[in-house]
Each structure stands twice: as structure tokens, then as C-alpha cells.
T-cell receptor, first 112, second 113 residues
Framework: DADVTQTPRNRITKTGKRIMLECSQT?????MYWYRQDPGLGLRLIYY???????NKGEISDGYSVSRQAQAKFSLSLESAIPNQTALYFC???????????FGEGSRLTVL | QQQVKQSPQSLIVQKGGISIINCAYE??????FPWYQQFPGKGPALLIA?????SEKKEGRFTISFNKSAKQFSLHIMDSQPGDSATYFC????????????FGKGTLLTVNP
């Protein structure tokens, strides 16, 4: 089983719908991150959390919200999806001792 | 403001050749410079990383060269193989306890057989 699991892997939705992407991890890491990947734009940080009570905005947080339900679970929500939120979303985990991030396999979201 | 600039956007190399991807940064507080490799349909995975107190790090066919004064670092893939075909991202981490990674835009490497 994957150490960082994202659900759903693929989702097609319509403009204005609420969408939640979920991430769970079995690595025991405190730090969790949500990134967005767009062709030619690389990986951009949406939100990150260093523990259950800590939530921080990244560089592109507008239009997104997150919830850290437990150490192992970090969800990303789009309250009212719009077409320019069509992208590949990655959850990642990490520790405070190394700089390495461990990524899930991604959730591809299409907003029509 | 793009804090980590990566080039080229795409690269085609023949099998056995050397692949070189370059990155430049502005923030002198960055203290850790990893490269991530991403295959289609997969998440990025750490390939190799360097800290600014060394000028070069080698792991097998992969080498990072780091030039602190120029604020540049590069990935060299020696004897490139078709299996190396992937997207490569350089990144830089903020200093101190700030473990956010800022990524470059990525380089799509194609190694032809």
C-alpha cells in the first residue's frame, strides 16, 4: 500500500460545485502539504500544516481551504470550483529532520 | 516572483549522452537544494539533494553541482538512459524551521534510444 494515499485519483466536476480531495499517510510524519501542478508552471504550494493545530497558507491559497482532521489526514476543499482550478493536485508529507517530501500519486481534477 | 528559475523547459538527449538541467535562485536564506524526479502518472520523488556548504554531490550517474556565489545549481545525468526520461524539478527550501520547498517549473527530459 502507498505511504501517501490520495482520493479520488480522478474527478470531473462542474463550475460552482464543492469538491474535497483527501489525503492520508502512514509515514507518521507531522508535516503535510498540498501542491498544485500545472503544465509549465511546476509545483505550487497551496496550504501546509506542521501539526494538527497548525494550518498555513501557501503561495496560491485563494479559492481553497484545508482541514487537518488528524496527524495522518489532510483534506483540501474547493468551496466553489472554477475552470482555472483544473489541475493535478499532490499531497505530500515530511519530517522536521530532513527536507525530503514524500508525495502521493496525485488527484487529477477537471472543472467544466 | 519566481524564486527558483529552471532551464531548459525540455531537453532531448541521446542514450549515453549527458543531460544537464540548470537552476538559479535569489533568496540567500535557502539552505537545502533537492532535485525531484517525476514519471508520468506518479508523484515526484526525491532524486538527490545538496546543502550549500558543498560544491558537488554525486550519487551514481547523478551529480549536483552547486555554485553559492552565483546562486546556481545544476543536475548532471551521465550516461543518460531511456529510463531516465521523466520530468525533473529543482527546488529550494527556506532556511531555519521553514520547511517549505519552492519548486522550479520543471524540465521534461526525453532520452532517445
Amino acid at each position: 500500500d502507498a505511504d501517501v494515499t490520495q482520493t479520488p485519483r480522478n474527478r470531473i466536476t462542474k463550475t460552482g460545485k464543492r469538491i474535497m480531495l483527501e489525503c492520508s499517510q502512514t509515514k507518521g510524519h507531522d508535516r503535510m502539504y498540498w501542491y498544485r501542478q500545472d503544465p509549465g508552471l511546476g509545483l505550487r504550494l497551496i496550504y501546509y500544516s506542521f501539526d494538527v493545530k497548525d494550518i498555513n497558507k501557501g503561495e496560491i491559497s485563494d479559492g481553497y481551504s484545508v482541514s487537518r482532521q488528524a496527524q495522518a489526514k489532510f483534506s483540501l476543499s474547493l468551496e466553489s470550483a472554477i475552470p482555472n482550478q483544473t489541475a493535478l493536485y499532490f499531497c505530500a508529507t515530511g519530517t522536521g529532520t530532513t527536507g525530503e517530501l514524500f508525495f502521493g500519486e496525485g488527484s487529477r481534477l477537471t472543472v467544466l | 516572483q519566481q524564486q527558483v528559475k529552471q532551464s531548459p523547459q525540455s531537453l532531448i538527449v541521446q542514450k549515453g549522452g549527458i543531460s544537464i538541467i540548470n537552476c538559479a535562485y535569489e533568496n540567500t536564506a535557502f539552505d537545502y537544494f533537492p532535485w525531484y524526479q517525476q514519471f508520468p502518472g506518479k508523484g515526484p520523488a526525491l532524486l538527490i539533494a545538496i546543502r550549500p556548504d558543498v560544491s558537488e554531490k554525486k550519487e551514481g550517474r547523478f551529480t549536483i553541482s552547486f555554485n553559492k556565489s552565483a546562486k546556481q545549481f545544476s543536475l548532471h545525468i551521465m550516461d543518460s538512459q531511456p529510463g531516465d526520461s521523466a520530468t525533473y524539478f529543482c527546488a529550494a527550501r527556506g532556511g531555519g524551521s521553514n520547511y517549505k520547498l519552492t519548486f522550479g517549473k520543471g524540465t521534461l527530459l526525453t532520452v532517445n534510444p
